[in-house]
């Protein structure tokens, strides 16, 4: 009876409702043992008055005890019994804080300027707190993705991995989901590599960001495209690179005047597929041009196609590093856009003789992207759900592309005239009220809408006023929405603006 009224002494509070017994013993007593109820080397209570006094199986009250034990707050001691550690894990974990630190000069250490210089002008992408708000240009229909099957997968392959997955991976990227890279960019996009070609990234961004650090040197004349993505420009900034703002026509970027510029660039970035932003291929001819010349000056082309797999209007045409005989492309996929953002996984395909250096470079950069979702990317792949996606958001996006030009046409039709994209994620409205786009932008985004100017992207080479939208990731009726809230950011078009019909590229 006496020990029984020891731990009745412990008040221990009441499990919660539905709350594991052996779960809630153990977090009492903890509490008990950090708090001094139970003080440092005195005796535990019996598990036998524990389990009486509670009302709990003795293999609860023992469950209890051995988390505690493994823990460090309880330890046995033979033919004696238990007691409270007299050392508690909570004081060799817990660092102990200067009472009152007397007072300093605040610290004066600051950025680099390197560190400087990289960051001006850029500030953190935002964390999504909504999906499908028109007309956010970076995202794919997260509400259709299929996430009951991406848990089934992801369940299925945590539960069946091997040990061995949850040490050091490859630095590579996870085999299969290299051999699954090779064989999806193969067929869809005609690119020619075996799986030692295929380095797994942290998105096309990290890809980006490798090429930079392995391929140029401080100083070195990279073409850019202009208007141009604006994520490669910080990051070729960032390498101290010489950017060189090319014009973008209807064929892509200009290879002709590019030669002309700076014929000895030693990177050309491209996005050949679907031009970001204005949404144009790089016609074949220029894509033979723009090789010839990478050959001749052994520079290198940075193929980045990071939504190609959408083109809803037109055969594709084949990819560069298809068309690639001296093996100087680098090409540059993601899985972000494909199947959804934060899911961070991207590769770069790279010729066999930098294949090796590409991998190094992860030792002192990320090691690897995480294995286990690698692991269920492959298998999501592997089993035919990620082309059986592809395939559903293409006719899905065709729709919604229709949806936007018709809503625009029916609601702005003299004010804003909207591309009908062929491929991507996102397209191209010409302002024809003769309005400022960074303007028109500002206003839209007062009224809650997420879009971008044209002349945002543009650094030199500008083209007519216009407006960035995505239309992806917005269902018809969110497209509708935003493009009635459109209307009152666009001034009525004035009858002789003579913009209508007018040629944009
Ligand atoms: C042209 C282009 N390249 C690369 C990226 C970066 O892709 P990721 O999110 O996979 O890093 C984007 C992102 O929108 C992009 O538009």
């Known amino acids: 009876m006496g020990k029984a009224e020891t731990f009745q002494d412990l008040s221990l509070a009441p499990p919660g409702e ?28 019996s598990t036998r008055n524990l389990s009486r006094q509670y009302a709990l199986s003795r293999g609860t009250v023992m469950r209890a005890f051995d988390d505690l034990g493994n823990e460090g707050y309880i330890e046995g001691r033979v033919g004696a019994g238990t007691f409270v550690a007299v050392r508690l894990p909570d004081e060799s974990m817990a660092a102990r804080r200067d009472p009152a630190p007397a007072a300093v000069e605040p610290s004066q250490a600051g950025l680099a300027n390197r560190g400087r210089e990289a960051v001006e002008g850029i500030r953190p992408l935002p964390a999504s707190h909504s999906v499908g708000r028109a007309f956010r240009p970076y995202e794919p229909a997260i509400d259709l993705f299929p996430v009951n099957l991406w848990s089934r997968v992801a369940g299925r392959v945590l539960r069946r991995a091997p040990r061995s997955l949850y040490g050091q991976g490859d630095a590579r990227g996870y085999l299969p989901l290299r051999k699954a890279i090779a064989e999806w960019v193969g067929a869809a996009r005609g690119v020619r590599c075996h799986t030692e070609q295929v380095i797994v990234t942290s998105g096309a961004q990290q890809g980006l960001d490798i090429v930079a650090r392995l391929l140029l040197d401080p100083g070195d004349a990279v073409w850019m495209e202009d208007p141009g993505y604006p994520g490669a420009a910080f990051t070729l900034r960032a390498a101290r690179a010489r950017v060189v703002p090319v014009p973008v026509d209807s064929d892509g970027l200009n290879v002709a005047q590019a030669c002309r510029q700076e014929p000895h660039a030693r990177l050309a970035y491209v996005t050949p597929a679907n031009q970001f932003p204005l949404g144009v291929a790089l016609a074949h001819s220029r894509r033979l041009e723009l090789l010839d010349w990478a050959a001749r000056e052994n520079a290198w082309v940075v193929e980045d196609e ?105 609601e702005l039709g003299s004010a804003l005239d909207v591309a009908r994209a062929d491929a991507g994620m996102r397209t191209v409205g010409w302002i024809k009220t003769g309005q400022d786009d960074k303007e028109v932008a500002r206003r839209a985004r007062l009224r809650g809408l997420e879009l971008a100017a044209l002349s945002e992207f543009t650094v030199r080479h500008f083209h007519p006023g216009a407006l960035v939208l995505g239309f992806a990731s917005c269902a018809p009726a969110e497209l509708q929405r935003g493009v009635n809230v459109l209307a009152g950011a666009l001034d009525r078009c004035p009858a002789d603006a003579g913009l209508a019909g007018a040629k944009y590229l």
Not at 28 to 45: H, K, N, V, Y
Not at 333 to 345: A, P, V
């Open 18 to 45: 539905g709350q594991e017994l052996g779960r809630w013993l153990y977090t009492e007593l903890r509490a008990a043992i950090r708090d001094g109820r139970l003080r440092p080397g005195s005796r535990m209570p």
């Open 306 to 410: 990071f939504d190609a797999e959408y083109r809803y209007f037109g055969a594709p045409l084949p990819s560069l590093q298809s068309l690639d005989r001296s093996g100087c492309v680098v090409y540059v996929g993601t899985f972000t856009k494909m199947l959804f953002n934060s899911l961070r996984l991207g590769f770069l395909v790279v010729p066999e003789r930098v294949a090796d250096a590409f991998a190094a470079a992860r030792t002192f950069l990320d090691r690897h992207p995480p294995t286990l979702e690698q692991a269920i990317l492959a298998d999501f792949i592997l089993e035919g759900h990620f082309g059986h996606h592809v395939r559903r958001m293409r006719q899905v996006y065709a729709r919604r592309i229709t949806a936007l030009c018709e809503a625009a046409r029916a």
